[in-house]
């Protein structure tokens, strides 16, 4: 059974830095693509980042390019969103998530997308606030 658990959202001040894990578990990393999303109330959920099946590709939306960075460690079967310089725009609830076998190739042509994913986690607030 695939399970994913996000962890290490909080409240964080404008310019300041977090870093989200992944941990999984019921599979491998070097199976499935991993993709970050996040989701504000009334909006859709929407890719942030991705990492492909063997650690590549990496892609990042437009909107945290820069500033984010996804990482995986397989001995510890986690996946890591590293998000300096946050904004309050980044504000959110984050959600990691395993690829279907086409979501290795929409990682490398672009942000994660909703579709391609699925076995979500039950997600973690990030709040950037002054």
Do not use: H
Request: proline letters at 5%.
């Amino acid at each position: 059974q695939l399970q994913l658990v996000e962890s290490g959202g909080g409240l964080v001040r404008p310019g300041g830095s977090l870093r989200l894990s992944c941990a999984v578990s019921g599979f491998s990393l070097d199976d499935y693509a991993i993709g970050w999303f996040r989701q504000v109330p009334g909006k859709e959920r929407a890719g942030v980042s991705c990492i492909g099946s063997g650690g590549r590709p990496l892609n990042y939306a437009d909107s945290v390019k820069d500033r984010f960075r996804i990482s995986r460690d397989n001995a510890k079967n986690t996946v890591y969103l590293q998000m300096d310089s946050l904004k309050p725009e980044d504000t959110a609830v984050y959600y990691c998530a395993a690829g279907n076998p086409s979501s290795d190739y929409v990682c490398l042509i672009g942000p994660p997308l909703r579709s391609e994913y699925g076995n979500w986690g039950q997600g973690t607030q990030v709040t950037v606030s002054s």
